[in-house]
């Protein structure tokens, strides 16, 4: 009775193996003569457009393809666009390559949106794509939704109420765009992780992104500067600051909570090159939010984990003093390794260069506070603030500086009167409680300091966006977003489980990618 059996099963492959043969010539046959029809046109278009911009479009074409196939490609490089892609770039560097992710090239300036917003809502269509074919609902709001329409909705009244007042349109949608982004981030990290492998994969990106940034801002304090600050306010972007300062608090956590040894040693790494480029970047405001970080994160573990309260307090009372002596004996001395005590005595007793820069925000916030007084119901976009106390004309500087102040919660403000900015603490306030409470929930040790970590950054970001005009910067609010994002799935990812088809929705949204975490708590 086996016989026949065999028999059949080997004609049956066989007959299997001559289709697939001719498959394969086929497909041979189909890809040869794509090529020798692209070639020419390739050629022609290098000739018309320049080889650059052919090599270009081939990799946005390649790129895309991967998206189609597996979305999750698409979060990781909106990731590592904010991560690693100057938003404006500085002229340190000389001529660099224009990388076109977060501004356009001349010729297709006035388009709505930039780059990275259009990249997007791509990966959002494609993902949506495979929801509908499979026939689920792929894109969710999650429980965070309803605090995130209310601000869009003030958003939209900013918007109608701007135009109404015959607001500045084109600097209206910039000043719009960052409102979009925290969205469009929040609604990509929601929905594009799905796993622990997927989120320990996203912190290695957070690492090495900033690692990458670090050693371009050695490069630039060694090299181009000869490692002299005079007259030198920043040598890069101010969102980089925040970045390494993240870092340093994931070092901080890694140390206090949980020991993810591959990511500890590489950011200990890379810390001596966070910490020169961070110094010479010489922003105040992010050393001071990072320390009101880590005494947050410290508060969160004393509460969740009582058994280390004694090691706990030790480790505060030794940092306390050892900061307190660091600030003591360099506070008022010169030199790169002072800089840091200097920001934090420069919050008491400014220098005269931190005091013309307080004195400039101090005018600022008045005129802010006077324009919302003005204005019940928010100026809206596009028109200049009112300036009872008149400002210095920095236009060369900073073209939009009577548009976006340095203080952006109080733009926010200004912007979309009271309710707006009430919606804006309703959302942060909703982003920070739901953190405390996944800490104290959360089993999984490392997704508890994930919790805590995205707690601390969105701290971070309002202390900075007070200051330092961070809620304008699209790589902030994008990574904030997408930190969001995340923060709301881990209760599903620690309970194993996922919302409406789990499983289906995965196997086309994550990369057949190695395991590169531990996997224990």
């Given amino acids: 009775m086996q016989f026949p059996l065999t028999t059949y099963n080997s004609q049956t492959v066989s007959t299997l193996l001559k289709e697939r043969k001719r498959s394969e010539q086929f497909l041979f046959l189909l890809l040869f003569l794509s090529t020798l029809c692209l070639v020419p046109l390739l050629v022609i278009g290098g000739v018309a457009f320049g080889f650059g911009t052919v090599a270009a479009l081939i990799g946005i074409l390649l790129l895309g393809a991967l998206v189609v196939r597996w979305p999750v490609v698409g979060f990781f490089l909106v990731v590592t666009g904010a991560l690693v892609i100057d938003q404006s770039p500085l002229a340190l560097l000389g001529n660099k390559p224009e990388v076109y992710v977060f501004y356009w090239p001349p010729s297709l300036e006035g388009l709505p949106d930039r780059p990275i917003g259009f990249f997007i809502v791509f990966v959002l269509l494609v993902t949506l794509m495979h929801g509908l074919l499979r026939r689920q609902k792929t894109l969710r709001g999650g429980a965070l939704l309803p605090a995130y329409l209310f601000l869009m909705l003030c958003v939209l009244w900013g918007i109608v109420h701007g135009l109404m007042g015959s607001g500045n349109i084109k600097i209206m949608v910039n000043e719009v765009r960052p409102f979009w982004y925290l969205f469009l981030g929040y609604v990509l990290g929601y929905n594009l992780v799905h796993s622990k492998k997927q989120i320990y994969l996203f912190f290695w990106f957070v690492i090495i992104g900033a690692g990458i940034k670090a050693f371009e801002g050695c490069y630039i304090y060694v090299f181009i500067l000869h490692m002299k600050l005079d007259g030198i306010n920043e040598i890069m972007s ?14 901080v956590l890694f140390s206090l909570h949980h020991r993810y040894w591959p990511q500890f040693a590489t950011s200990l790494a890379l810390l001596p090159f966070l910490l020169v480029a961070l110094v010479a970047n010489n922003r105040r405001t992010d050393f001071g939010a990072l320390m009101l970080a880590v005494l947050v994160a410290w508060l969160l573990l004393f509460l969740i984990r009582p058994e280390a309260r004694k090691s706990l307090t030790l480790v505060l009372v030794i940092t306390v003093l050892v900061v307190g002596a660091y ?22 007793h400014p220098d005269p260069r931190d005091a013309a820069s307080n004195a400039y925000r101090a005018i600022e916030d008045y005129d802010l506070q006077y324009t919302v007084h003005q204005n019940p119901l928010g100026l809206g976009f596009g028109k200049p603030f009112l300036e009872p106390i008149l400002l210095p004309n920095i236009l ?6 009577l548009f976006i102040p340095h203080n952006t919660i109080y733009w926010v403000w200004m912007r979309l009167g009271p309710i707006g900015y009430v919606a804006l603490w309703v959302f942060f306030g909703a982003i920070i409680v739901r953190g405390c409470f996944y800490t104290r929930q959360l089993n999984d040790r490392y997704l508890q300091l994930v919790a805590i970590y995205v707690v601390c950054m969105v701290i971070m970001e309002i202390i900075v966006a007070y200051y330092d005009y961070q809620l304008s910067f699209y790589r902030n609010v994008l990574y904030v977003g997408i930190l969001v994002g995340i923060l709301m799935k881990l209760p599903f990812i620690d309970a194993g489980e996922e919302p409406n088809a789990r499983e289906n929705t995965r196997a086309h949204t994550e990369l057949p990618l190695p395991y590169l975490g531990s996997g224990h708590a």
């Avoid at 101010?238 to 070092?251: G, K, Q, R, V």
């Avoid at 060369?396 to 500086?401: G, R």
């Fill in 327 to 348: 600030v003591a004996a360099f506070g008022n001395q010169n030199g790169g390794f002072s800089l840091p005590a200097r920001a934090v005595l420069s919050l008491f």
């Fill in 396 to 401: 060369s500087i900073d073209p939009v500086y």
């Fill in 238 to 251: 101010h969102e980089d600051s925040y970045f390494w300062c993240a870092i340093l608090l994931l070092i």
